[in-house]
């Protein structure tokens, strides 16, 4: 199966570290998340690789190169402007006549890959979305009300939701969909398949998964990547 890792964005949650560097590129332990992401990606028997590229994109290829350190293909798609997170897929078009996996360039999760296929293969719908339950802390004292009269106090309440985790397994009749040129992000693409009344299939996640791009979760990363999580994901 192809796979297709979206490393165009600018890491402004990152800032002042993506100013220099892309953040796929950001360290995790002793390597950067892109290279940990190939690595996971390579242990699953994933061979083949597109990378889509915009800022900074020279520094991802030098790293990267062709992929042949970790046994792999790798190509690159740059786009010409930013085209969101699903907009630069259809660059891709006559790349891709399989299902193919779309991850984010910033992501370190043990999701069993195998089973998330199969679980789409399964399913047979277009798009299936790997997600997991993330706990919100809102770090203040929330009202209740009924018009002006309080009913309730929720003193830093932490809600729990379903979110996407990123990683996405696709059919080709998805690159249809997405309109060239123009930014367009997974949210639309959402809207329009819901509004076409064509099924998107949600795979939950129970394990590990952080998203770099967010400080919290790279802070995380970087106390126990080489203690907890390297060998869980690597196994190294």
Known sequence: MIAVIQAGGKGTRLRPYTLIMPKPMMPVGDQPVIEVLLKWLRRWGIHRVFITTGYMEHL???????????????SYSAEPEPLGT???LRLLGGEIDEPFLVLNGDLITDLDL????????????????GTTRKEIAID????????????G???????????????????????????????????DLAHEMLA??????????EGLWMDIGREDDFCRAQNGFLRDYKSLILGA
């Open 86 to 88: 699903i907009g630069p």
């Open 60 to 74: 991802i290829r030098a790293l990267c190169g062709d992929g042949s350190q970790w046994d792999m293909e790798i």
């Open 114 to 129: 195998g089973e998330f296929i199969t679980f789409h293969r399964r399913r047979g719908g277009p798009v299936t979305i």
């Open 153 to 187: 106090f929720r003193e830093k309440p932490k809600e729990a939701y379903r979110v996407s985790m990123g990683i996405y397994c696709m059919e080709p009749s998805v690159l249809e969909l997405i309109p060239r040129g123009v930014p367009f992000g997974f949210d």
């Open 140 to 151: 203040l004292g929330v009202l209740d009300a009924v018009n002006d009269r309080l009913t």
């Open 196 to 205: 076409r009344d064509l099924p998107i299939y949600l795979y939950e996640h």
